[in-house]
């Protein structure tokens, strides 16, 4: 063998090292759902907690839809079902005590976590899902990263984001701030006060539904995808296949929808409603 070929072959093998090095640090705390993950172990807990009217609902997810309805009353209730999955049932109930909720509660902030797991998980999934009843004049900031996000009949101010899943929304009143990075957010307002409407995705549709007397200053853009504004009166100011922005009943609120890559539709809110509440 010659001295090139050598120096050729060890070049080689230190520039693979040096790939699989990143590639392991980038692999580091994710999910590798290889295989049939055929056996799944569950848990679910209930708990409560008083709430100062006005108080703050704050639920965060990592994996697992998320849903929210508004009640009377000054309490908050959770309930949270945990779901391991694994290739064999030893797999997944060996994982389920991994899937760690924390809680903090004060009267006037109610904290719920689900805890980001470290290494890599190789064979096995998990899964918490949350269905919060919580009262209707709450702040409510909720954040998930794989997962849907459905509210009902809310009329504190809303904060509501996720990754890779929908937000939807029905029987809102307060200010709204939806956003996704891959999915559908679909909102469907009871009627529209002082503060802000913002709702966004970059891959996926933009639906609001508005009651036909909403005040409303309107500004929805989208880049690869049309603007549909329809049963809704609406004086245009500037209006263009990708960017529409107008008034209804003289002006008011704020409302902002914006996509990348989708549509954007504005409606009365009898039509968005049923979007709103469709199951994905």
């Known amino acids: 063998m010659t001295w090139h070929l050598r120096r050729s072959r060890i070049l080689g093998a230190v520039r693979a090292g040096a790939m699989a090095i990143p590639l392991a640090v980038a692999l580091a705390g994710c999910d590798m759902s290889l295989g049939n993950l055929s056996e799944r172990a569950t848990d679910e807990w209930t708990h409560t907690y008083p709430l100062k009217a006005g108080g703050e609902v704050h639920i965060a997810n990592t994996n697992g839809r998320v849903d929210i309805e508004g009640v009377d009353g000054s309490t908050v209730e959770v309930h949270a079902e945990r779901i391991a999955k694994g290739s064999t049932e030893a797999a997944a109930r060996e994982l389920l005590p991994r ?83 891959n999915g559908g957010v679909v909102i469907d ?80 809110r009898s039509t968005a409603g049923q979007d709103a509440t469709h199951e994905p």
Not at 129 to 151: D, E, K
């Open 99 to 181: 899937i760690v909720i924390k809680e903090d509660a004060t009267p006037d902030r109610v904290s719920v976590e689900t805890e980001k797991m470290s290494g890599i998980m190789i064979g096995a999934s998990s899964e918490v899902r949350f269905h919060v009843r919580a009262p209707r004049n709450a702040v409510f900031t909720i954040t998930n990263t794989n997962g849907l996000i459905s509210l009902k009949d809310v009329s504190g101010k809303v904060s509501a984001h996720t990754t890779n899943g929908g937000v939807r929304g029905s029987g809102l009143s307060g200010g709204v701030d939806a956003r996704t990075t």
């Open 189 to 268: 307002l009871a009627s529209v006060g002082p503060d802000k409407i913002y709702l966004g995705t970059v891959n996926g549709g933009v639906t609001l539904g508005l009651p036909e007397t909403a005040k409303a200053d309107v500004l929805a853009t989208c880049t690869n995808g049309g603007i549909n504004v329809s049963g809704l009166k609406m004086e245009v100011s500037e209006q263009s296949r990708r960017r529409i922005e107008g008034k209804m009943n003289g002006g008011g609120t704020s409302i902002e929808l914006s996509t990348v890559n989708g549509g954007v539709r504005l409606r009365p």
